[in-house]
């Protein structure tokens, strides 16, 4: 389901740190902190948030790195799933303190694909639309469309299977479509 020299590479960074090895520190924190802070700001909407959540998984794989099995998981997906459940436990929270009316609209993290979406009219109402889509439809959309992942890998980071990341794939792109046709003239 993965490339096993991706997944050695991953596995040998970590290591690497656990070791002390402060360059695979860097390293770790240049290739995962960028895919945990969009995903947690796909989720939460927030940027404050967002990189909050970040630098807790960051935190959680760093300690993690001594006793890691390499071989178990990808470091990527391990990471996924670490970020995924620390923005549920922030949306928990969220709903047991504040009212969703009360919630600051979602602001753009970092200048980059979200930032050329504001550019235009069209671009603004096609955010919007992903934001509106289901969040699992919405994950693998971005997953797919954005941060470039292939079909198995989401499936990976999902915990589902090909058939239903493009099932997730196929009616986020339907309902697009329907949120996103020209107005008909009265």
């Known amino acids: 389901m993965f490339d096993v020299s991706e997944h050695e590479e991953e596995a040998a960074l970590l290591a690497r740190y656990a070791a002390g090895d402060q360059a695979a520190a860097r390293a770790l924190t240049e290739q995962f902190l ?3 802070l969009r995903q947690a700001w796909r989720v ?10 970040a630098q807790e998984a960051m935190l959680k794989l760093w300690r993690q790195a001594p006793s890691w099995r390499a071989g178990e998981a990808r470091v990527s997906t391990w990471l996924y ?6 923005c549920i ?7 047991a303190t504040a009212n969703v009316d009360d919630l600051p609209e979602p602001a753009d993290p970092a200048p980059g694909v979200l930032e050329r979406l504001s550019a235009s009219d069209d671009m603004r109402r096609l955010a919007r639309a992903i934001m509106a889509l289901p969040q699992r439809q919405r994950d693998a959309l971005v997953m797919r469309h954005f941060d470039g992942a292939s079909n198995p890998d989401i499936a990976e980071r999902l915990d ?26 009265e």
């Open 34 to 36: 960028p895919l945990a």
């Open 44 to 53: 939460l909407g927030s940027e404050a948030e967002a990189e909050e959540v």
């Open 81 to 86: 799933r670490v970020t995924q459940n620390l």
């Open 89 to 95: 436990d922030r949306i928990r929270r969220r709903r």
């Open 160 to 185: 589902c299977s090909v058939e239903a990341v493009e099932s997730l794939l196929a009616r986020a792109r339907r309902q697009l479509q329907k949120e996103l046709a020209p107005e008909a003239p």
